[in-house]
């Protein structure tokens, strides 16, 4: 990390529920929330506990030169609404290819 910037991890200690317009996509005991300098706290949720039938992969990727380089899904009214880590930096391999949510509801 640079000087400045922090990520943590940790289990949530909690059940995630996550919600997109009214239909449940994703429910978890064993979440992880990842805390970072500048960013609300995410939720990522093992790829076990996500409704991935309702997902369709995204030709998008991104790149966070903390995490690493990022793979979307979406859903047909939700572009690139998750999106994972397939091989984050070493710094935060706990989140490897579990998925977080963008604008959803988690409860």
């Given at each position: 990390?640079?000087l400045g910037h922090t ?11 996550v919600v997109h317009d ?86």
């Open positions: 990390m640079t990520i943590t991890i940790e289990p949530s200690g909690g059940h995630v529920r009214g239909r449940v996509l994703a429910e978890s005991d064993r979440a992880l929330v990842l805390r970072e300098t500048g960013c609300p706290p995410r939720y990522y949720l093992p790829p076990q506990d996500v409704r991935l039938d309702l997902l369709t992969p995204s030709d998008s990727h991104t790149y966070c030169p903390f995490k690493g380089t990022a793979s979307y899904w979406s859903l047909p009214d939700a572009a690139d609404l998750v999106w994972a880590y397939p091989d984050p930096k070493p710094d935060v391999a706990e989140i490897k290819d579990h998925l977080c949510f963008y604008d959803a509801e988690v409860t």
